[in-house]
């Protein structure tokens, strides 16, 4: 338990987890105090409801956002800062991403999500689709999320386990390695856009993490292919 604990507290505060809450937090409406109304949030709510579930009925959306609004805010409290949305929205990566505590997955999820619920211009978001516009992600979403996030930890003894059985510490230094360390998260932030990119066909995918996944600007793959095919999003497909 308090080895789960520390991951996820590692995993919250890591860079490229905090470069993805703060990218959504940046499309919501503020107040004048810079925080998070209850109408912003529910908005959201809604839109992430819509991505992720097969069922979407507006009515029962709209209550359970309500209901997420009561919880995730004291009594009284009329907005949500960003420390608190932050919490809800790793909250609610928790929730989707299984007992792995995989920056990968995590990163998949808050990202895809993202593409899939906002509106762009090109290579640039400019805010939330309507609600109408936003649909159900595709499976393959749904298929990587369970291959790196909960098939991983099903599977009879982890990476992190067998290099160091039975030391809680050896354990979570090893998970760290694997996820955290600069050249694990790099990977992992290359990989998502990837990933990102073949689940919403969405050129914002290959800008994702371009300043900080480790790569050189002139590296000539398949990422810097799509990045040209934003000059006309009509070869996309061809690339």
Not at 61 to 75: K, L, M, P, Q, T
Not at 84 to 105: D, H, I
Not at 141 to 159: C, E, T, V
């Amino acid at each position: 338990e308090d080895g789960l604990v520390q991951r996820k507290l590692h995993l919250f505060r890591c860079t490229a987890m905090q470069i993805s809450i703060k990218r959504l937090w940046d499309i919501l409406p503020h107040n004048g105090e810079g925080e998070l109304a209850m109408e912003g949030y529910v908005e959201l709510n809604l839109r992430l409801q819509k991505c992720l579930n097969k069922d979407f009925d507006l009515c029962q959306a709209v209550d359970s956002a309500v209901g997420d609004w009561a919880e995730d805010v004291h009594e009284g409290q009329e907005s949500m800062p960003m420390e608190e949305f932050s919490m809800f929205v790793f909250e609610l990566c928790s929730l989707w991403c299984g007992p792995a505590v995989s920056l990968r997955a995590y990163l998949l999820f808050l990202n895809a999500t993202f593409i899939a619920m906002t509106e762009s211009r090109g290579a640039h978001t400019v805010g939330l689709k309507d609600l109408e516009a936003v649909g159900r992600l595709p499976r393959a979403f749904f298929d990587l999320l369970a291959l790196q996030g909960w098939a991983k930890a099903a599977s009879p003894g982890s990476a992190e386990e067998a290099a160091a059985p039975g030391d809680p510490a050896e354990v979570l230094n090893a998970w760290y390695a694997a996820n955290l360390a600069p050249a694990a998260a790099q990977q992992a932030m290359v990989q998502v856009q990837r990933q990102v990119f073949q689940v919403t066909h969405d050129v914002r995918s290959v800008f994702l993490f371009r300043q900080h996944d480790g790569r050189e600007p002139d590296d000539d793959d398949a990422l810097d292919l799509v990045r040209r095919a934003s000059q006309n999003l009509d070869r996309v497909a061809k690339v």
